[in-house]
């Protein structure tokens, strides 16, 4: 009786042990990890704060594109008239970005608040939200790779960074690329002998394709992370099969048919600055750099 006592208790304690880490699955996540998500949110909306107040600091003009690649198309989307630059009669213009400001403007107008104060200032600050995803996505990839008192370092070199504080809260492509290039990263598998999360997999191949959409010049990055991440895998044709290529095709359908609805014709962006850029060599007529540049540009 006592032997059968003492198995009813052990096997008890061991169901409740089961029971336990079921409910509470976070119990597994390390003690760094439950840091982060207890400081996230407080985190986030400083830095929205900060990005906002930057946005209404930078009040000055730095390069055409801040306006001709995006407030001013999306103006002419929403308003009819806005200046179109060469780039866009050619069709290596995409309209996704000019697509998210376009949205602004017509709930700006719908409510009558569609001042000038309010058209010029919206884009900025819908780019300060998106600046401080970026902001908070830096600190999450520093303390995912190294630790929190490297991400917290690393946040205040960015935050503090003068050329990030005068551009990132611009109406610029790059600025935009910049911060979905930071989140893919994070849901990125960085390491090789990473556990990989499929969900998390997908995730990171949205964000890339998305960077590449708004700006396909990103393709530079995530060509050799592919590659690399394509190398390293046992599960090779998986990971093109399920994850890359109907990722891709579905960014790809997405760039044809808005594109091709907003230019009125079948324009297939992506393709026509491939030709432009690198089968005609056209961009350089524009300049040109050393084949290293990309790496070592400020």
């Known amino acids: ?58 009040k000055t003009f730095f390069v055409p594109d801040e306006f001709w690649q995006g407030p001013e198309i999306a103006h002419r989307v929403v308003f009819g008239y806005g200046y179109l630059t060469w780039e866009w009669k050619e069709g290596l213009r995409g309209w996704t970005a000019p697509l998210i400001y376009a949205i602004s403007y017509k709930l700006l107008a719908f409510f009558g608040l569609d001042t000038s104060t309010t058209v010029v200032m919206a884009p900025r600050i819908i780019q300060s939200v998106f600046a401080s995803f970026g902001d908070l996505f830096l600190y999450k990839l520093a303390v995912k790779n190294f630790d929190i008192q490297t991400g917290a370092w690393t946040l205040i070199c960015y935050l503090l960074s003068w050329f990030t504080f005068y551009n990132v809260t611009r109406t610029l492509t790059n600025s935009l690329e910049t911060v979905l290039t930071t989140v893919a990263l994070f849901y990125w598998p960085l390491k090789a002998n990473e556990e990989i999360d499929v969900k998390l997999l997908i995730k990171a191949l949205g964000f890339a394709a998305l960077s590449c959409i708004i700006r396909p010049t990103a393709a530079i990055i995530w060509i050799p992370l592919c590659a690399r991440h394509l190398f390293l895998t ?37 393709v026509n600055f491939v030709k432009f850029n690198v089968l005609n060599n056209m961009g350089t007529f524009y300049g040109s750099h050393p084949w290293h540049w990309w790496g070592f540009k400020p």
């Open 234 to 270: 046992l599960h090779k044709l998986r990971f093109i099969f399920e994850n890359l290529l109907p990722v891709g095709f579905l960014a790809m359908l997405w760039s044809l048919v808005l594109n091709s609805w907003l230019y009125k014709r079948w324009t297939f962006v992506e």
């Open 1 to 58: 009786m006592a032997d059968n006592n003492i198995e009813n208790v052990d096997s008890n304690v061991t169901r409740r042990k089961k029971q336990r880490s079921y409910v509470s699955p976070r119990s597994t996540v390390p003690k760094d990890n439950l840091y982060v998500y207890g400081i996230e949110n407080s985190l986030f909306l400083f830095l929205l704060v900060f990005r906002i107040l930057n946005a209404f600091v930078i």
